[in-house]
């Protein structure tokens, strides 16, 4: 059955705002990202593109064991070597090509030092990282939220599942639509951001699928309204033209 959400009376930031408290109540804290340095974080951003975090992990075990999870291992490594360690994480050429090119790029740009890119304002940090092959928006903002700890929402596709369909955002909303309307709405909390992008990863996983939601089992259901009740459908927060331009801007 479809389901429409009743967001009316409350004000944007005042429904997110429950959204991460009653998400946080069901599921507990969920210790995103789950690595042991930054450079794991940074490979495991890369990896998990286009795959599932299990594929991501056996690569990066793989990087592990070829001692290429540390700095100077990296470095060294050859693509031939970096292409065989990754191969579970499917796309294995082009991630390994992205690895081998970040590495090469940190190296020269900033001496292989994490700490001069994330000093950067997050603005010129996030532009940096775009400007290479192979990293793109989502990527880029999962390496800055959790290997930087600077405020960028990962704004990921199950992010815009869960909130179209409590019609928060429009349908069609984009990665940087979906990211402007939660920097608008939330305060800059890195820890936070860090926290509710997990659970509603988590809530999209377990309950709001993409084929078949299981919305009566959901924590979020109070947040919704069955439409054949009656109920009236509100119109999105924010009209089309302004969709249009923020894809323009994205």
Known sequence: MHLVAQ???????????????????????????????????ILGAILTQNTNWRNATLALKNLRKGGLLVWHGLRLAGLKELEHCVRPAGFYRQKARTIHDFADWLERTHGGSFDSLFSLHPTQSRRQLLSLKGIGPETADAILLYAGRQPLFVSDAYTRRVLSRHDLIPAQADYGFTQQFLHRHLPPDQAMFNEFHALLV??????????????????????LAVRDQGLPVPVPMLPGRELTHANESA
Do not use: I, N
């Open 7 to 41: 967001q009316g009376v409350a004000a944007p930031g005042e429904t997110l705002r429950q959204f991460y408290l009653t998400l946080l109540g069901s599921f507990g804290p969920q210790g995103w990202w789950p690595a042991r340095t930054r450079l794991q974080v």
């Open 202 to 223: 988590e809530a999209a996983k377990r309950y709001c699928r993409g084929a078949a939601a299981r919305c009566e089992e959901c924590p979020l259901r109070k947040f």
